[in-house]
């Protein structure tokens, strides 16, 4: 019962500190960005600031936006916190678990993609509803991945939960004795975070010309605590997606070794992605759609290994 | 049993009645109304008791010896009941105001008693227990449905949309007649529970032959060309009737005749399973592409069957090797969609309906802006929108996730089943994907931003009886999501008696029954975690707005401020680029005047979505059939002569044959 207790409470504390620690995660990739291009980049805790900034404004709203534009921040953030209870935070049982969670929470991520599309069309801008039809376009194609990993790491530990894939004696990891074609794994859902979480190649976080964007061009019209709620979702959504990868590369440790090597993992994530943007040019459009199909190719090429195995 | 034809008497015989008052129209539709509502409430009534009866009730009815009519109510009928009644009653309530023109009384009449008839056919179709009463009520259905279309008669697209549906339903029927002569010819019974003994390559060619009559009624892809067509012509209340419920019928022979054979080939499964799939991701494919509401709507309600066959498809794979919980969550799958879709697709044809009425169009791209002028019909569509993308946490949710759950019941199965189980997850995945594309550019272009033409400016609200009934479905499909096990009952009770006949015994009802309580607890927790977590941020955001400033201005576009409603996004260019990645499958086709001259005339621009199964049908069935028979034209002179000719010469040559036979 204790036992039990503590698991919980651990849970919980996990839970609180991740969402506190996103946007200076996110910001690690702002500061890599601007260190490879040789400039000091804005402070550590930039998040921090543009949250509270954001906070203590009001909003301009747009004559054209009914309710719908008020609600889509409301569900965006709501939809992000309740993930991160489903995720298995440093290979810890996450605080809610049950056979098929993953499909409630990819469902849930769905809900909220409906809102943020049908906000921005909302506006009635042109800018919005081109980023719009992008998003409904590259989201379709990450979820055939998705769906095909959720499948491969069914048969490999015959669970369907997150919590149930990442921990215990059959977790899943690239350090089983299928690790090699589960790299494979890692590398596609790289490509998903990057596609779902619109960063560089597939979308430019920093551009102001609109044409070229996808998700902020779509939140162009949110202001104030409103864009606060955006901005914070779309931080813990990059979290989700890049714990889930730290999760599948670290071995099954010990929990107090694991909080630390959870940490550098994560931070060589953002990393990573701060690279990748650095070194990559963003893709043309045409181009998007064939980069998020390599990691449905990489997926699904590891489910025939797996089989054959 | 006394309820269920006391029902069917009221729906088939008061709307009839009420014609004969026709000079009052208004009495003569309230008793018509009044009449299909209470017919409805009492086949609920039954149903209920059926559902909890343990004992299958039958009645059988010999006339001189020659047509004996049998009728029987089991579990698996009284589901599909249970669909009929409540989707009939919300279309009568509906209908109330939506066929209210004056001058067209007695056709509005009309077309209430016929509605009142293909509801007691379809109830009649899922309780016939042998052949004959199942396809007389199958024929009349066709017939009254077909009657329903042609209400507008007056315009040459429904009269054309009225004849290809006509050409379907009865080309689907002579398959049907096969499947059953053949059927009744080895077993020698007119039963429609005999077939269990047949040899294995027998069953599978009976199943064949009915699959097709049966799928040209259900709306599978390729044989689902009428469905585009009938959808968008009839009104919409008979719509969302005929899509919601009617090409259910299809599905339920389907079901019926897989209980009757009880097959254990595989083959069955996997041929479901892969026309699912197709329909499945080319009906939402289709949708996307079109620029009619009721015309998108329709190419859902193709996708929409191809989710349920996946479901069925899962549950047959899962009968045939043994799999009890695959088979028995992919059947409750199956069979939730079938009444989930029902409510959903009926709610969206009544808002296209009250579209219609309130703009004058269905044209998406004409519309815009109707949120805020149609507010209870713009938030039930809203409501019926994020159902039929299967999210959370509304009803559409449900029925996927227990599909999916049979889904992920694959790990034991051969590399090839799972593989094809594997296509079936990441198609419900594909096809929810692009569902969220199709409907956001729905909500997007028709409910939001700003009124594009003079007629979307000045939309009205929907009528009271039309809202009631709208009100009614979004209602039921929040209450279904939040609470799944209301209705996952009876769809359990449905999804046992599938499993009857088969080889492997079924899973203990306990267990059943613990899966299934397990499933929707799930998914409860899953709403009530996302309402709940709504709430709270909806609650943090007014503190975060206390005493803010707020104000309103228009749209920032890059400093532009005299933004017309005219460069807003339309929903053809939202749906180009996916369009685009489908091309073979979907080919779009473009019709271009472009301005020309030192005085350019109008130009004119047009784009459509060819259907492939369309082209094709037309190009290489129709056209060469039509080319064939021309060239046999000469037989038909015209004139008596010639063809007592015929017949004189037709007699010598059979009496002949028949000298050489001996």
């Known amino acids: 019962m204790a036992l039990e207790v503590m698991r919980v409470l651990t849970s919980i504390l996990l839970c609180i500190l991740s969402i506190a620690i996103t946007p200076l995660l996110s910001a690690i990739i702002t500061k890599t960005k601007a260190f490879l291009v040789g400039k000091q980049g804005p402070p550590l805790l930039i998040n921090y600031y543009t949250l509270v900034k954001l906070l203590k404004k009001g909003s301009v709203y747009s004559e054209s936006t009914t309710f719908v534009f008020r609600t889509m921040p409301v569900i965006s953030l709501a939809v992000s916190v309740i993930a991160i209870l489903f995720l298995p935070i440093a290979k810890a049982p996450s605080l809610i678990s049950f056979s098929g969670d993953v499909i409630l929470v990819l469902y849930l991520f769905g809900i909220a993609r409906f809102f943020l599309i049908i906000a921005a069309l909302d506006t009635a801008s042109p800018f919005e509803g081109m980023g719009a039809a992008r998003e409904a376009y590259f989201s379709f194609l990450c979820e055939a991945t998705l769906f095909t990993v959720l499948m491969l790491f069914y048969k490999l530990n015959g669970t369907l939960s997150l919590t149930g894939y990442f921990t215990g004696t059959d977790a899943i990891n690239i350090w089983r004795p299928e690790g090699a074609i589960l790299i494979l794994i890692a590398i596609a859902l790289f490509i998903v975070l990057l596609a779902e979480n619109s960063r560089v190649p597939v979308d430019d976080p920093a551009t102001h010309l609109e044409l070229t964007m996808i998700h902020e061009v779509m939140i162009l019209d949110h202001s104030g605590p409103d864009l606060a709620f955006i901005e914070m979702g779309s931080w813990l959504k990059l979290f989700f997606y890049a714990t889930l990868i730290a999760d599948l590369l670290l071995p099954n440790l010990s929990p107090i070794m694991a909080i630390p090597a959870f940490l550098a993992t994560l931070t060589a994530i953002y990393l990573s992605a701060g690279i990748v943007e650095s070194i990559t040019a963003r893709f043309r459009m045409k181009l998007v759609p064939k980069f998020i199909l390599t990691s449905f190719a990489l997926a699904f090429f590891a489910v025939i290994l797996v089989l054959e195995m | ?662």
Not at chain 2, 104 to 109: P, Y
Not at chain 2, 220 to 244: D, E, N, Q, R, T
Not at chain 2, 307 to 333: D, H, V, Y
């Open chain 2, 1 to 662: 049993m006394q309820t269920i034809f006391l029902s069917i008497l009221l729906l088939s015989t008061v709307p009839v009645a009420a014609i004969a008052f026709y000079k009052q129209p208004d009495t003569a539709k309230k008793l018509g109304t009044a009449g299909i509502l209470l017919g409805c409430i009492m086949g609920l009534w039954s149903v209920w008791h059926t559902l909890n009866a343990e004992t299958i009730q039958s009645i059988t009815w010999n006339w001189q010896h020659i047509l004996i009519f049998s009728i029987s109510i089991d579990r698996l009928s009284a589901f599909f009941l249970l669909t009929i009644f409540l989707i009939t009653a919300a279309s009568a309530v509906y209908g109330f105001h939506y066929l209210n023109e004056t001058e067209k009384r007695l056709r509005t009449l009309i077309n209430q008693a016929l509605l009142g008839i293909l509801a007691s056919a379809m109830a009649l179709v899922v309780i016939a227990h042998d052949m004959i009463t199942f396809l007389l009520a199958w024929e009349l259905m066709s017939i009254s449905s077909c009657f329903l279309v042609v209400y507008d008669y007056e315009q040459k697209e429904t009269r054309h949309a009225a004849y290809i549906y006509f050409i379907f339903t009865q080309a689907g029927a002579l398959f049907i007649f096969a499947a059953f002569a053949l059927l009744h010819s080895l077993t020698g019974s007119f039963s429609l529970t005999s077939g269990a003994t047949l040899p294995e390559s027998t069953k599978l060619l009976v199943f064949l032959l009915a699959f097709i009559g049966f799928a040209s009624k259900a709306g599978v892809f390729p044989l689902h060309i009428w469905l585009p067509h009938a959808h968008p012509a009839a009104p919409s209340h008979v719509s969302a009737i005929m899509s919601g419920v009617m090409i259910k019928m299809g599905i339920y022979g389907i079901l019926r005749l897989y209980v009757a054979m009880g097959p254990n080939s595989i083959v069955f499964g996997r041929t479901i399973l892969g026309f699912g799939i197709v329909s499945g991701i080319l009906g939402v494919l289709y949708a996307m592409g079109q620029h009619n509401l009721k015309r998108l709507l329709a190419y859902h309600s193709i996708e929409n069957i191809g989710i349920i066959l996946i479901g069925i498809g899962l549950g047959m794979t899962g009968a045939s090797l043994g799999n009890q919980t695959m088979a028995f969550l992919g059947f409750t799958g199956g069979l939730m969609h079938v009444l989930n879709h029902a409510i959903f697709k009926a709610l969206l044809f009544m808002g296209a309906g009250s579209v219609s009425h309130g703009a004058g169009t269905l044209a998406i791209d004409r519309l815009g802006g109707l949120m805020k002028r149609m507010r209870i019909t713009g938030i039930t569509f809203l409501v019926g929108s994020i159902a039929i993308c299967g999210l959370p946490p509304l009803n559409g949710f449900v029925s996927e996730f227990f599909i999916y759950n049979a889904a992920f019941q694959s790990r034991t199965l051969s590399d090839t089943d799972f593989l094809l189980t594997l296509l079936a997850v990441i198609s419900l995945a594909v096809i929810g994907g692009l569902a969220v594309g199709c409907f956001t550019k729905v909500i997007g272009i028709v409910f939001l931003g700003e009124p594009r033409t003079p007629n979307a400016r000045h939309a009205h609200e929907a009528s009271p009886s039309m809202r009631y009934a709208m009100q009614f479905l979004a209602t039921l499909c929040l209450a279904i999501g939040f609470l799944p096990t209301i209705f996952a009952r009876p769809a359990l009770l449905a999804a046992n008696s599938l499993a009857t006949g088969l080889k492997t015994q079924p899973i203990t009802a306990l267990l059943q029954y613990q899966t299934m309580m397990k499933t929707s607890l799930y998914i409860s927790w899953g709403a009530v975690l996302f309402a709940l977590s709504c709430a709270l941020f909806w609650w943090l955001r007014t503190l975060a707005y206390k005493n803010k400033p707020l104000s309103f201005t228009c749209t920032w576009g890059c400093g532009y401020t005299k933004a017309s409603a005219r460069i807003q996004y339309t929903g053809s260019s939202f749906a180009a680029s996916i369009l685009e990645f489908f091309r073979p499958f979907a080919p779009v086709h473009e019709e271009i005047r472009e301005p020309a001259g030192v005085f350019p005339t109008k130009a004119r621009y047009h784009s459509f979505i060819s259907d492939i199964a369309e082209t094709f049908a037309v190009q290489r069935i129709a056209i060469p059939t039509v080319r064939f028979m021309r060239s046999l034209r000469w037989i038909q002179q015209g004139s008596l002569q010639v063809y007592i000719g015929y017949i004189v010469l037709a007699i010598l040559i059979l009496l002949v044959a028949t000298w050489l036979w001996r």
